[in-house]
């Protein structure tokens, strides 16, 4: 593989870290590490030659609108999770940041968005533009807006499902941070039923797919719109499967409605926002094409229940 100058935004992240990680221990490519603060980088950029880390902040990327230029691949796991300046940067700096990439010297984008904004056939909801949170509303109108750029043609857009990820050297995900808490609830929990279902993705996965494609940008043809997710799981799957990890029999399960969880909603006047309200009343979060290392002929890291159990450090049964 040729020699590429790459630029990683967001690299302090629970993603970027595991990007990072990977380009710098798989590749030979030219690394361009932005961050906000480099004492959060817990990658070893002393590992190779050619890893620069870029102290800024994505409110000011003009200033490495020089650098820009040179970029081959641009990696934008970049994002406001919420606050004031959540527009200004999921929405305008990284539009910025894509207009001073030189689209004749730039292969590629990989823009990161959230599936969130997503309905189940990978089309865009527009409930998520108009009653999502701050973060999915920004991320809803820069998945708009992108499409006016110049570089649109070679931007790759992924849409990560459930996020796992983070162990001693790298921040966890708001996902995996809960998981054992949630196996403390499991003698509650395994005689409920549900109705739901989902997908989920580990960081070292999501990483796996990014350097393929880096490596493999898709052809002409080929689709740039990439909802990344392990196989479909139900909350009733997902249930039976913590049980089994765990030795915890089910003897008999209750039904959860949604007209049962409207009702205590209303009888105890909980203040819910519209767009939890929508979450409540359309439970399952699939998607017609998930892709993940699998689909390349490569192997996942965490495909299973049992393995985000284990890698998030709950104990099996003996």
């Known amino acids: 593989m040729s020699q590429k100058r790459i630029l990683v935004t967001g690299a302090s992240g629970c993603v970027g870290h595991y990007i990072s990680e990977k380009l710098i221990q798989e590749t030979e490519h030219d690394l361009y590490l932005l961050v906000r603060n480099p004492d959060k980088l817990q990658v070893d950029i002393q590992a190779r030659p050619g890893i620069t880390v870029l102290q800024g902040d994505m ?28 527009f200004e940067i ?24 959230t599936a969130s904004v997503l309905d189940s056939n990978n089309q865009p909801l527009k409930e998520a533009g108009e009653i999502g949170t701050d973060y999915i509303r920004s991320k809803y109108d820069c998945l708009h807006k992108k499409a006016g750029l110049a570089i649109a043609p070679k931007i ?41 279902s ?74 819910m926002a519209a767009w939890d309200r929508f979450c409540m009343n359309h439970p399952h979060f699939t998607y017609n094409k998930i892709i993940n290392p699998a689909n390349f002929g490569l192997s996942n890291y965490c495909a299973t229940m049992t393995d985000v159990l284990k890698i998030s450090g709950v104990e099996a049964a003996k």
Request: aromatic fraction near 8%; hydrophobic fraction near 40%; glycine fraction near 6%.
């Open 59 to 86: 409110l000011e990327i003009e200033q490495f609108a020089d650098l820009l230029k040179t970029i081959n691949t641009a990696v934008l796991t970049a994002t406001a999770w919420g606050g004031d300046r959540t």
């Open 198 to 271: 989902f997908h989920f993705i580990h960081g070292r996965d999501i990483a796996t797919v990014i350097t393929h494609l880096i490596d493999n940008p898709p052809t002409l043809g080929e689709s740039r719109q990439l909802v990344l997710g392990q196989t479909q799981l139900t909350a009733n799957q997902a249930i039976e499967e913590v049980c089994r990890y765990l030795g915890k029999k089910i003897l008999f399960r209750i039904p959860l409605s949604t007209s049962l969880a409207n009702l205590i909603i209303a009888v105890f006047k909980i203040q």
């Open 90 to 113: 999921n929405v305008d700096k990284t539009l910025e940041l894509m207009k001073l990439l030189d689209p004749e010297k730039c292969e590629q984008v990989i823009y990161f968005s």
């Open 156 to 196: 790759t857009t992924v849409f990560p499902t459930l996020v796992l990820g983070g162990d001693e050297k790298k921040p966890y995900s708001h996902l995996t941070s809960g998981i054992p808490e949630v196996t403390k609830y499991v003698n509650l929990i395994r005689f409920l039923k549900a109705d739901g």
